[in-house]
């Protein structure tokens, strides 16, 4: 089952930091990974809504899940 994992820079009251974030990759089977280099904090979808967005479009069609 594709899985995806959308990551940004630490911003304020972020959950799930570099070490987690790592662990994620190296764990979970199937799991792609789309890493934004701009702050995202706790409300990410307030915080970067079009790069979020974008990044579940690409994967979705890539996994022909549209």
């Known amino acids: 089952m594709p899985k995806l994992l959308v990551t940004f820079e630490p911003g304020p009251g972020v ?4 070490e987690l974030q790592k662990w994620c ?3 979970i089977a199937g799991l792609d990974h789309a890493h934004h280099a701009v702050l995202a904090g706790h409300h990410t979808p307030e915080d970067q809504p079009a790069a ?4 579940i479009s690409a ?3 890539a996994h022909g899940l549209r």
């Open 15 to 18: 959950m799930l930091g570099p």
């Open 25 to 27: 990759r190296d764990t």
């Open 52 to 55: 979020l967005a974008a990044s």
């Open 59 to 61: 994967w979705a069609g």
